[in-house]
């Protein structure tokens, strides 16, 4: 065999691996090579889709503030080896059920957009690590700090939801407090965060509410101090509000390559000013005129949070954002509500899920097959399906509790928004 054989024969085995893992495999994702991600209670983890539960973090920000620490931790480690080695683990269990349901998971999609970092599985070591602590994707939610209080969320992720908890005697005085943040040690995080940024490829924010954070603020002029501009920013954020303080965020992101904004938005007018309590929809849709005239470099996506409360008014909803050209028909994604569960799509009564199912068909007839960029949103609008038709839900109970709770607290009337949905209340 000559030379050139030879290396061809290494070249087509690296090419049979490279597919093996990205392409075939039901488990191997990049992430754990790549990203660092902290949830507002101080949990690591390699991404936002993470299940984090019974000790199975790769790292606790509240016990030991270096990231440095969490990049090889004992679990990080075995995370990447069970990858290799097509074993599941408990911390891509969120990923698993998407597949199970037919979406294209968030594992494929860091497959399909990162595999130019393929060439760091070969420098994993046989324990797992990673030689070198060079992390491209850093995903820090800092705190709980958050201007919504959303009916699907939580004080975990909002400080607005705190003092309501306490009237519904959710049991949270034994908690943190009302503002939750992420490190034990601050000054010893911010060290660690700062360093890390060195080497940053992309940076992703969310929260709470970003845009009303003053780290994440802090991390952008630090980024523009170092000349560190090529960045690419990203954002989960509710969008209400574009100026925070003295910044006019705007401004900021001007200094920046690209920028990715993702918005949590879950419906239009009254009934997407209910589910997001504080949203105020036209100031929504003035932010986004604001960035589209103001900001070439923003790319704009929409991600909703499907659950009783709007999986009657999705197709109108992408209609609306798609046709008066809030944005792109590919850039609007579905995330089906897993916790808490009595929002799940599943429990839904029985008339109503034929009522949603007769409009999914419908939309995809009349409407999503005139678009030429349809395929994402089909893909989710299957798994919204599914989820919704596999079993009747059983906490039909607990949603009329939380609906008639929260209405009393807040003096909202659910059905005067929903009589729709005057079944789930009977």
């Known amino acids: 065999m000559n030379i050139k054989e030879s290396i061809r024969n290494i070249y087509s085995g690296i090419l049979a691996r490279n597919n093996k893992l990205l392409n075939q495999s039901e488990v191997f994702c990049m992430a754990p090579w790549i990203q660092l991600h902290a949830q507002t209670n101080g949990k690591v983890a390699p991404c936002c889709m993470a299940s984090v539960h019974d000790g199975n973090e790769i790292g ?5 503030p270096e990231l440095e620490d969490a990049w090889n931790s004992e ?8 990858m290799l080695q097509g074993k599941q683990n408990s911390l891509c269990s969120n990923c698993y059920k998407y597949q199970e349901l037919g979406r294209v998971s968030e594992r494929v999609l860091y497959n399909r957009f990162h595999r130019r970092w393929f060439s760091r599985i070969s420098e994993t070591k046989p324990d797992g690590s990673l030689p070198q602590v060079n992390v491209p994707l850093i995903d820090i939610r800092f705190s709980n700090k958050c201007n919504y209080k959303c009916r699907i969320c939580s004080s975990e992720y909002s400080t607005l939801w705190y003092d309501e908890e306490k009237k519904l005697g959710k049991g949270i005085n034994d908690g943190p407090g009302k503002e939750v943040r992420a490190a034990g040690n601050e000054a010893a995080f911010r060290d660690s965060y700062k360093n890390m940024l060195a080497n940053v490829k992309k940076l992703h924010f969310a929260g709470g509410e970003p845009l009303f954070m003053d780290e994440h603020y802090d991390s952008l002029q630090h980024l523009i101090a170092t000349g560190n501009t090529d960045v690419v920013l990203s954002y989960n954020t509710n969008f209400s509000t574009l100026r925070y303080k003295q910044y006019n965020v705007i401004e900021l992101w001007k200094k920046f390559k690209k920028v990715e904004i993702w918005a949590s938005l879950d419906g239009m007018f009254q009934k997407g000013d209910y589910q997001r309590k504080g949203q105020k929809w036209e100031k929504i849709e003035e932010n986004i005129r604001e960035v589209q005239q103001q900001c070439p470099n923003v790319l704009f996506g929409v991600n909703v949070t499907v659950s009783i409360f709007n999986v009657l008014d ?11 050209k809030f944005v792109r028909p590919e850039l609007m ?19 109503l899920k034929a009522k949603a199912l007769q409009q999914f068909q419908d939309f995809e007839k009349n409407y999503l097959s005139t678009l030429s960029d349809s395929a994402n949103i089909r893909d989710h609008v299957n798994a919204v399906i599914t989820e919704m038709m596999a079993l009747q839900g059983t906490r039909a109970n607990e949603f009329r509790n939380s609906i008639r709770e929260v209405d009393a607290i807040r003096g909202e009337n659910f059905l005067s928004i929903y009589p729709e949905l005057g079944e789930m209340m009977k």
């Open 60 to 64: 606790d920000l509240r016990q030991n």
């Open 75 to 82: 679990n990080m480690k075995q995370l990447r080896l069970d």
């Open 314 to 324: 999705i197709p109108d909803f992408y209609r609306y954002m798609v046709d008066n």
């Open 333 to 351: 994604n579905l995330y089906l509500l897993f916790s808490p569960q009595q929002f799940n799509v599943n429990n839904l009564a029985p008339a």
